[in-house]
């Protein structure tokens, strides 16, 4: 779920956009792959969104109009649902904040690590009670942080930044969404690490029932996901 670069598919770029669509595309190497991901009445037109919905409705129209010369007026943009918990807090910090999320770049190696998890720990220090886990741009820094400690096998701290982000995934990645799955998957990893068995498996529970729809269960990802689950069941049983 990273951009990594850029393919083309011809039949699957006749898919029209939704910020709220029925389809989702994950990928298995080249492989392109599109599931449904809720019940799709029969001439319902099958969407995708082309951009990423944590964005407030105005970034998302601009960048909907600049990259694809149209404008978005569904029910979602109309509403401008959930704008208001993603710029929740005081507007000086969650500017700062995103300034510094829209700097990084992703580094090559362990220093430049270190140098990114500082900058985190001293913003997200520094404006602990002026912005809330569910601001995107504080929710962006917590994932950024959580990247930085696992790239320096700092486990714990890694884990105690990736469980603020669960509640904020769930309230912007409602239903079955890959993003989220992925989250849960990564966080049940850590919480494993750690010899937490029982949290980690009902994180890894709740992983592997949005990925079966997500990625479905041939995906190399969902694999790994199952293996995991299946060792942390292993162990419960042994306890």
Not at 24 to 46: P, Y
Not at 47 to 58: A, D, G, H, K, Q
Not at 156 to 184: D, I, K, M, N
Not at 195 to 200: E, F, I, L, R, S
Request: charged letters at 25%; aromatic letters at 8%.
């Amino acid at each position: 779920m990273q951009d990594v670069g850029v393919g083309l598919y011809p039949s699957m770029s006749l898919l029209n956009h939704s910020c709220d669509p029925n389809c989702v595309i994950v990928f298995e190497g080249f492989q392109l792959l599109l599931h449904s991901v809720r019940e799709i009445q029969i001439g319902e037109e099958l969407t995708i969104s082309y951009v990423e919905s944590l964005m407030p409705t105005r970034e998302r129209q601009k960048q909907l109009l600049r990259q694809y010369c149209f404008e978005c007026d569904c029910p979602l943009c109309q509403n401008q649902e959930k704008d208001a918990e993603k710029l929740a807090g005081e507007e000086h910090a969650w500017k700062e904040v995103k300034d510094a999320v829209n700097e990084v770049r992703y580094p090559k190696s362990k220093e430049e690590w270190k140098h990114v998890l500082v900058r985190c720990q001293n913003l997200l220090r520094s404006h602990k009670g002026h912005l809330p886990d569910t601001n995107i741009y504080q929710l962006k820094m917590l994932d950024c942080a959580m990247d930085a400690c696992i790239n320096l096998e700092s486990w714990e701290e890694a884990l105690y930044y990736g469980s603020r982000t669960l509640e904020p995934y769930r309230l912007y990645y409602p239903g079955f969404h890959p993003l989220r799955a992925v989250q849960l998957m990564r966080v049940g990893k850590l919480q494993y690490s750690q010899g937490m068995v029982p949290q980690a498996l009902e994180t890894l529970k709740q992983a592997y029932n949005i990925m079966k729809v997500t990625h479905g269960t041939d995906h190399s990802l969902m694999k790994v996901l199952m293996e995991i689950k299946e060792e942390c069941e292993a162990m419960m049983r042994l306890q």
